[in-house]
Structures are given as structure tokens and as C-alpha cells.
């Protein structure tokens, strides 16, 4: 146990955070469900400011190119809270469309996508339908097994 696990309480959001920043198993189960080969020039970064200050929880890029940006959440959220991520989502999509970054520098990859990523015990322990919900476009929403870190994609067809 490293001491990230030791200090952090697993079901907060920040947990869920600092696990997809520095777990590279985590890292390889999302590259694998956005059809992308792992390699050490894809970073997983703290997202910094955007436009009207909002502040994406994760961004995943190649050098300059922004991959896909992150929204996660904690196990211990409700309806309202689940809602605030895929507002938050919408507005990750909007700067991909206006071609808004947090640097200059930075461009937007062809296949950009924005990410939902939660524990799986969001699903176990809520009553809403996560099938209820319109989402982003570019949104794919990926739940994580806090056990072994594994990462499933929720479709619709589920």
C-alpha cells in the first residue's frame, strides 16, 4: 500500500483524481477504451484554467495535442452532483469546438473526447438510471473498479 492510499480516503473524488494522474494501469485501461496505444509521450495532467476559470479535472495530451479532457467524481455523489459533471462536460466539449485551451500552444487531437470517469460503486449505490441522461457528443463514460483499477465503458446499449 503507497501512501496516497494510506492518506486518502478512496471514495472522494481527489482519490479518484490522483489514481488516474499516477496509476499506470489505470492509465492503460482509459487509453485502451479511448482505441489509444500507451506510450511515455501521453501525459495525464491536472487540468489548469479555461475559459470563465473552469478547471477540468484531468487532461490527457501527446506533446501539445490535447487528447481528451477528464471529469471524475468520488463514489459518494448524488443526482445533483452527477448532473454538475455532465454540465461540466458539455463546457469541455464547447472549448474543443471554439478551440479554447489552457495554452496557447495547445491544440485539440482530431479525436478529441471528454471523459466521465467514476467508481463503479456510483452505480451500485445510487438509485438513478445512468441511461436517463443525454450527454456530450465527445463524452464517453468510463467507470472505474477501485479493486484492480480496471476501466469499463457504460453505452447505451447497457
Known amino acids: 500500500m503507497n501512501i496516497l492510499d494510506k492518506r486518502s480516503d478512496k471514495s472522494s473524488e481527489k482519490y479518484i483524481q490522483n ?5 499506470l494501469n ?5 487509453l485502451d477504451n479511448l482505441g489509444i496505444e500507451q506510450s511515455n509521450s501521453i ?4 487540468g489548469l484554467t479555461y475559459a470563465n476559470r473552469i478547471l477540468p479535472d484531468i487532461k490527457i495530451s ?4 490535447i487528447l481528451a479532457l477528464v471529469e471524475c ?10 448532473v454538475r459533471g455532465i454540465g461540466q462536460l458539455l463546457q469541455y466539449e464547447f472549448f474543443y469546438e ?3 485551451t489552457e495554452n496557447k500552444s495547445d491544440i485539440y487531437s482530431e479525436n478529441f473526447k471528454t471523459l466521465y470517469l467514476y467508481p463503479d460503486d456510483v452505480i451500485k449505490n445510487n438509485d438513478f438510471n445512468i441511461s436517463n441522461f ?12 477501485l479493486k484492480n ?6 453505452s447505451e446499449d447497457q
Open 26 to 30: 489505470l492509465q492503460k485501461y482509459v
Open 43 to 46: 501525459k495525464f495532467t491536472k
Open 19 to 23: 489514481q488516474v494522474i499516477n496509476n
Open 134 to 145: 443525454k450527454y456530450p457528443k465527445s463524452t464517453k463514460v468510463l467507470h472505474v473498479n
Open 73 to 82: 467524481k468520488g463514489a459518494k455523489i448524488n443526482v445533483t452532483d452527477y
Open 62 to 65: 501527446k506533446g501539445k495535442e
Open 98 to 100: 471554439k478551440n479554447i
Open 149 to 154: 483499477f480496471a476501466v469499463a465503458e457504460f
